[in-house]
Nanobody, 128 residues
Framework: VQLQASGGGLVQAGGFLRLPCAPSTRTFSNFAVGWFRQAPGAEREFVAAMRYSSGNPAYRNADSVKGRFTISRDNAKNSVYLQMNNLKPEDTAIYYC????????????????????WGQGTLVTVSS
């Protein structure tokens, strides 16, 4: 399975971006999808995840991502999206999409090690 996040770029604080990711698999229904990010010098951290059913998405709770970011997926198009609104300079990072088999519980979805496939990231830079 290959996947590639795109849509990154330079945006001013308060702006928005939409990151698409299109995994190359015919069995998209077998996977949950996640978004992670990694800022310079920091560890990769969970942002959001969604199971195939698209119900009850999981979001990072440690900061204000929840309420500003929205994960969605179009199973018919084999695509997943991360809509990011009201961006802040601390959102600056490389953003990655990833796939994991099945429908893990939320606690598992938040762990990078739970994911089987990773795409190359896309850089999001938010200027103040």
């Amino acid at each position: 399975v290959q996947l590639q996040a795109s849509g990154g770029g330079l945006v001013q604080a308060g702006g928005f971006l939409r990151l698409p990711c299109a995994p190359s698999t015919r069995t998209f229904s077998n996977f949950a999808v996640g978004w992670f990010r990694q800022a310079p010098g920091a560890e990769r951290e969970f942002v959001a995840a969604m199971r195939y059913s698209s119900g009850n998405p999981a979001y990072r709770n440690a900061d204000s991502v929840k309420g500003r970011f929205t994960i969605s997926r179009d199973n018919a198009k084999n695509s997943v999206y991360l809509q990011m609104n009201n961006l802040k300079p601390e959102d600056t990072a490389i953003y990655y999409c990833a796939l994991t088999m099945g429908s893990p519980i939320t606690g598992v979805l938040q762990r990078p090690g739970a994911y089987n496939y990773w795409g190359q990231g896309t850089l999001v830079t938010v200027s103040s």
